[in-house]
């Protein structure tokens, strides 16, 4: 049996004021919460129509879901109406302690109704823990969808009502009430459960307006500062790839760094750090030709090269390949380094060819 394509279903009324008080009253709710719970309708639906027809030769899931829904939405709008009261009278009680979140309340009663529907087979079996259950359960979510047998609207439209039931603090709806159509219309436009785009491009999340600020602060498409203090302005959602490959300010290692430089600089820095280091870069390259030489014939060395040839032309040199071959033709130039060796008291100095 196929599901029905047309969608109807008891959809609750909404309750009109008594004579006498404000009767135009505000009935914006936290969307994002009554999306959530519009969520979980089918799956519980699911669930109450597999398990209510197991092990029947004559029934299946397909041809209860339309009384079935019906049942299920009686029963959430009669648990919901009578929560508030039922929460005073268990008011220190075991329930106490549980969550006053309205989608924990509503999740926990579509559980109970679900429950509610098991049959002699379903309770008496292993059914209920088998992998067969949940596959079934799994397939008829999908055939329900498919075919569109139950609406996100229409279960929108429910699941504001029980949210409202049973959100007694008033966290995730507007209670507010007027005297005229007027003044309603001009608080909608202000009120902070008011539908509300994100104007990132390239994202279409919708909120209520009082979760802006937390969704501006994660939304992935925003345009933010670099986290690494570059000029560029990044998607949140390409900061990480941008911090790691063309961020101009990434840190990495100095181009001597094989040779002994251990710094770590932002990428668009190298060239002034070769050059502010160039004393110190041209010692690590002398360690590496005359190993056998001392540090302090190798300083004496490299006051040499920098009268050789000027700091901009050896920081012209930024790599170590490149830096080491302009060392080796400048020492061509200038001839065998001079070593002193002390003895006793004395100082030899001898040459040493490279």
Excluded at 81 to 97: N, T
Aim: contains cysteine.
């Amino acid at each position: 049996m196929d599901l029905p394509t047309t969608n109807v279903e008891f959809v609750p009324e909404k309750i009109e004021e008594g004579k006498g008080g404000p009767s135009f009253k505000c009935d914006l709710s936290d969307t994002t919460i009554v999306h959530k719970l519009a969520q979980v309708f089918i799956p519980g639906l699911a669930t109450a129509c597999v398990d209510n027809t197991t092990g029947g030769m004559f029934r299946s899931p397909t041809s209860v879901a339309v009384d079935t829904r019906k049942e299920m939405v009686d029963y959430l709008i009669q648990r919901s109406e009578s929560f508030v009261a039922e929460s005073v009278i268990l008011e220190g009680g075991p329930e106490a302690e549980a969550s006053d979140h309205p989608y924990d309340i509503i999740s926990h009663f579509i559980d109970d109704f679900a429950s509610s529907k098991r049959n002699f087979f379903s309770r008496v079996s292993g059914w209920l823990l088998s992998e067969k259950r949940e596959d079934n359960i799994d397939d008829f979510v999908q055939e329900m969808e498919i075919n569109g047998f139950w609406l996100l609207d229409r279960r929108e439209a429910i699941a504001q009502t029980l949210l409202k039931n049973v959100d007694f603090k008033n966290a995730f709806h507007c209670n507010m009430k007027f005297n005229t159509s007027e003044e309603l219309a001009a608080h909608v436009h202000y009120c902070s459960f008011r539908s509300m785009s994100c104007t990132n491009e390239g994202c279409n999340a919708r909120f209520c307006a009082s979760h802006l600020d937390n969704h501006d602060s994660v939304c992935p498409f925003k345009m933010i500062p670099c986290d690494q203090k570059c000029s560029n302005s990044i998607m949140r959602r390409e900061m990480d790839r941008h911090c790691v490959t063309v961020c101009p300010m990434k840190l990495v290692s100095c181009p001597l760094y094989a040779v002994g430089c251990q710094s770590t600089i932002p990428s668009c820095m190298i060239e002034q750090h070769c050059s502010d280091t160039i004393h110190s870069h041209l010692l690590y390259i002398l360690q590496g030709i005359h190993k056998e030489v001392s540090e302090e014939d190798l300083k004496r060395r490299v006051e040499q090269l920098e009268k050789a040839a000027s700091s901009s032309q050896l920081a012209e040199a930024r790599d170590l390949r490149s830096l080491t071959s302009k060392v080796k033709d400048l020492e061509a130039k200038l001839g065998p380094i001079e070593v002193h060796i002390k003895k006793k008291d004395s100082e030899e100095k001898l040459e040493i060819s490279k």
